[in-house]
């Protein structure tokens, strides 16, 4: 199983940016797939995740949005009116597990991915 992460890049603040994963390997159509970020220095963090309905992190809510495509396998962030606080490794993540209801800690808890992409760098400048 792969996820590819792919569309980072160097934006100026206020601009956007599109984040595509591509997975490979098993279907995750049943499956809860996920953003989360790094910056330098700090530890990874939830950004968003998707299964019948969507999570956002309170930093991007109204500005970044998560969607998927399963018959591409495929999970996109389309992140828009972007900070420099915003400037991080993205990584994609997926549950190896069929879709449940959990809660929003389940969600954003990095434990519960089981598959990882290899991260996009976003460097937004002021």
């Known amino acids: 199983v792969q996820l590819q992460a792919s569309g980072g890049g160097l934006v100026q603040a206020g601009g956007s940016l599109s984040l595509s994963c591509a997975a490979s390997?098993?279907?995750?159509?049943?499956?809860?797939m996920a953003w989360f970020r790094q910056a330098p220095g700090k530890e990874r963090e939830f950004v968003a995740c998707i299964s019948w309905r969507t999570f956002y992190a309170d930093s991007v809510k109204g500005r970044f949005i998560i969607s998927r495509d399963d018959a591409k396998n495929m999970v996109s962030l389309r992140m828009d009116s972007l900070k420099p606080g915003d400037t991080a490794v993205y990584y994609c993540?997926?549950?190896?597990?069929?879709?449940?209801?959990?809660?929003?800690?389940?969600?954003?808890?990095?434990?519960?991915?089981?598959?990882w992409g290899q991260g996009t760098q976003v460097t937004v400048s002021s």
């Open positions: 390997g098993r279907s995750f159509s049943q499956n809860t």
């Open positions: 993540a997926a549950d190896r597990n069929t879709i449940s209801t959990r809660s929003i800690s389940h969600w954003e808890s990095r434990g519960t991915y089981d598959y």
